[in-house]
């Protein structure tokens, strides 16, 4: 069955995966913008493809991103995430993508509080 829109993964599902040594781990894309990231920014190695430079990565997103390996999209609270999920979905070049529920403000408060927010 084909995927039409992002399954759902919470910050502490995520951080499960990527604590644990023997699961595969996603591919994470951040969609926020450069002011955002410099407030707030993981840990972890993630893509950044902030939404309002899309006319400059769009066309190779192909390029990009792995085609064998779940994406996990991220933004501030879900919903940019979510957009671009549902958009990458319907490039027809990834099979897997889950948004994190919540964003990176959920990550702060449910698993690592260090992070600010804002």
């Known amino acids: 069955m084909k995927q039409n ?4 993964i919470t910050p502490k599902e995520l951080n499960k ?6 699961s595969e781990k996603p591919f994470i894309v951040d969609v926020r913008e450069d002011n955002e ?9 993630v893509l950044h493809l902030p939404l309002s ?3 400059n990565w769009s066309v190779k997103i192909g ?23 549902i958009w990458l979905l319907e490039q027809g ?10 964003g990176i403000d959920a990550w702060s408060t449910d698993v ?4 600010p927010r804002y």
């Open 112 to 115: 690592d509080q260090s992070v």
């Open 17 to 22: 995966i990527l604590e644990d040594a023997s």
């Open 63 to 85: 390029e990009l991103l792995p085609k064998d390996q779940p994406i996990v999209v991220v933004c501030h609270a879900g919903v940019r995430s979510l957009n671009f999920g």
């Open 53 to 55: 430079k899309a006319a």
């Open 5 to 8: 829109i992002p399954l759902s």
């Open 93 to 102: 070049i990834i099979k897997s993508v889950w948004n994190l529920v919540g």
């Open 37 to 45: 990231i410099a407030i707030a920014s993981f840990s972890f190695s």
